[in-house]
C-alpha cells in the first residue's frame, strides 16, 4: 500500500488524539468523589448518637426563611416602606432587660458608654481625637429634645421604637457623605454604624431598645 503525504498526516493526527485521550483518562482520578464524606441521611461512627447530620444551632434561619413583620424590620407589617412600630413587640420583663443591659454593654457601651452619655471608651474621652470619632448621640440628655432627626417628622427624644430598631440594623446615614472623597471622620458613611450584623439575634435588638428605654425612665447616676 502506498502511504500518501495525506495519509501519513491524518495517521500522526489520529495517534496524537489517542494519546491526548488515554492522558486525559490517566489523569482523571475519583479521589474528589471516593473521598470520606458523609452524604445527606446516612449513618456514622463519629457522632456518638449515629448520625451523620447535626441538629441546626439555635436562631438558625434558613436562606430566604427569615419571617418579615413588625419584628424582624421595625416596620408596620414589615412594609419597609411603612411607619416605624411605636412599641416594642417583644414582651419585656426582669429576664429581657438584664439580656438587653448585658448585650449593651457588649456592643453599645464602647461609643455611647455604659450609662448612656455618649462617653464609651472608643469615642467619648478621645472625641476628635487619636481615632478622629465624635461622641455619639446621647439616649436621655436635654440636648436631644427639640432635635429633629433628618428625613423624618419627630425628633430623636420622641423616636419611636422602630427608628432604633432600623438604626442599630441598618445604621444613620450621613446625608452630607460625599462619595467622591475618601471616608474619614469629616466625611463619614454612616453616623451611626450598621449593628445588625453584629447583633444578630432580633430579638436582642429589642431587648437592648427595652434597656435603653429604661435609661431613659431611670438615668443611670453619672460620675
Not at 426563611?65 to 419597609?80: F, M, V, W
Amino acid at each position: 500500500m502506498q502511504v500518501t503525504a495525506t495519509s501519513l498526516r491524518r495517521l500522526v493526527a489520529r495517534i496524537m488524539v489517542l494519546g491526548l485521550f488515554a492522558l486525559f483518562f490517566s489523569a482523571c482520578h475519583l479521589d474528589m468523589y471516593d473521598q470520606p464524606k458523609n452524604k445527606a441521611l446516612t449513618a456514622s461512627d463519629f457522632f456518638a448518637n449515629g448520625s451523620s447530620a447535626r441538629p441546626l444551632i439555635d436562631g438558625t434561619v434558613s436562606r430566604g426563611g427569615l419571617k418579615i413583620d413588625a419584628r424582624t424590620t421595625g416596620r408596620e407589617g414589615g412594609d419597609p416602606t411603612a411607619a416605624y412600630v411605636t412599641t416594642n413587640p417583644i414582651s419585656i420583663d426582669a429576664n429581657v432587660l438584664a439580656r438587653g443591659e448585658a448585650r449593651y454593654k457588649i456592643y453599645c457601651a464602647s461609643c455611647h458608654g455604659e450609662k448612656g452619655n455618649g462617653k464609651g471608651p472608643a469615642a467619648g474621652p478621645i472625641s476628635k481625637g487619636g481615632l478622629g470619632l465624635k461622641m455619639p448621640a446621647l439616649f436621655y440628655v436635654d440636648q436631644l429634645k427639640g432635635k429633629v432627626v433628618a428625613n423624618e417628622s419627630f425628633t430623636l427624644d420622641q423616636a419611636p421604637d422602630g427608628y432604633f430598631f432600623n438604626a442599630i440594623t441598618h445604621g444613620v446615614a450621613n446625608l452630607k457623605y460625599d462619595p467622591t472623597k475618601p471616608e474619614t471622620a469629616d466625611n463619614p458613611k454612616y453616623t451611626m454604624f450598621p449593628a445588625g450584623y453584629r447583633i444578630q439575634i432580633v430579638d436582642d435588638r429589642w431587648a437592648i431598645i427595652a434597656y435603653i428605654r429604661e435609661m431613659q425612665k431611670n438615668p443611670p447616676a453619672q460620675k
